[in-house]
């Protein structure tokens, strides 16, 4: 397997709110608090993004496996 290194940043203070900018690669993602927390409602919350990613982490390695097997797995 190929030695792979990521690299992601984020920007902090910019926009309205608490936006935050993150960027990996050439994609952006805006994230932002809902208006009771002191954001503006924009994007995503640290957290609901946070979750969303590790969901996606499970379903990348869900369909490896089911590509690479014979086997059904519910996960």
């Known amino acids: 397997m190929a030695d792979m290194n990521f690299k992601a940043t ?3 203070g910019k926009g309205e709110g608490l936006q935050m900018t993150c960027k ?16 503006s409602d924009t994007g995503m919350t ?5 979750l ?8 990348s390695l869900q369909n490896l496996l089911q590509k690479n097997s014979e086997w059904n797995f519910l996960i």
């Open 52 to 59: 969303s990613a590790l969901g996606a982490v499970k379903g």
């Open 24 to 39: 990996a690669r050439d994609f952006e993602l805006l994230l932002d608090e809902p208006p009771e927390l002191g954001g």
């Open 10 to 12: 984020v920007q902090v």
């Open 46 to 50: 640290p957290v609901e993004a946070l």
